[in-house]
């Protein structure tokens, strides 16, 4: 008996998971972005990264194709700019928030990290498209993540001193 399709989105939204937003340029000039949680380290050497991204969502095309994109993982203070660019039919952009980072794709000055990629591989993964990053740059910032769980925005709770120390 296949598994209820309620089930498995239930026991998912229990996965605490990061906020990226992905974006990058179309071959005639425009950007394009969205937001993933599916987001996931995948190797070190080579420096690869991985997102997942629907094979419907109106991003799908430009970003199979595309040869470089960056991965802005979002702070605890940008859950605006995330829903910003989960919403349909809007000009995502318009905020003017985005301003030209690595390989000059928009980025977020503010984001908590940014992983300018080349396209290493586009693998299929049922319905969503996994798109296999090469990591090319890789900024740090200062701010804390912003997390996604329970279909919420969350804070990371600080580490006991005893786990931090681990790192
Ligand atoms: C917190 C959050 C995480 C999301 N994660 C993903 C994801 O990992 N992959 C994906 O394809 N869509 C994800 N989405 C949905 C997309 O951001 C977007 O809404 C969807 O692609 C529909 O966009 P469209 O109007 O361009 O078709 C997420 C949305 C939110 C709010």
Not at 21 to 43: C, D, H, M, N, Y
Request: charged fraction near 20%; glycine fraction near 8%; aromatic fraction near 6%.
């Amino acid at each position: 008996m296949p598994i209820d399709p309620r089930d498995f989105t239930r026991a998912m939204a229990r996965v605490p998971g990061p906020v990226t937003v992905v974006t990058t340029v179309s071959p005639s000039g425009e950007r394009r972005g969205f937001t993933a949680s599916s987001f996931s380290s995948l190797s070190l050497d080579p420096p690869l990264i991985l997102v997942c991204l629907d094979k419907n969502a109106s991003t799908h095309e430009v970003f199979v194709d595309t040869d470089r994109f960056l991965v802005n993982v979002l702070a605890q203070d940008q859950s605006g700019v995330a829903l910003r660019f989960a919403a349909s039919g809007t000009d995502r952009f318009a905020a003017g928030d985005m301003v030209p980072c690595e390989f000059g794709l928009p980025g977020l000055a503010e984001a908590t990290a940014r992983l300018a990629c080349s396209t290493h591989e586009v693998l299929d993964g049922g319905d969503h498209s996994i798109l296999v990053g090469r990591v090319e740059t890789a900024h740090s910032g200062d701010s804390a993540p912003l997390v996604y769980c329970d279909r919420s925005f969350a804070r990371p709770a600080p580490a006991e001193p005893a786990l931090a120390a681990t790192r």
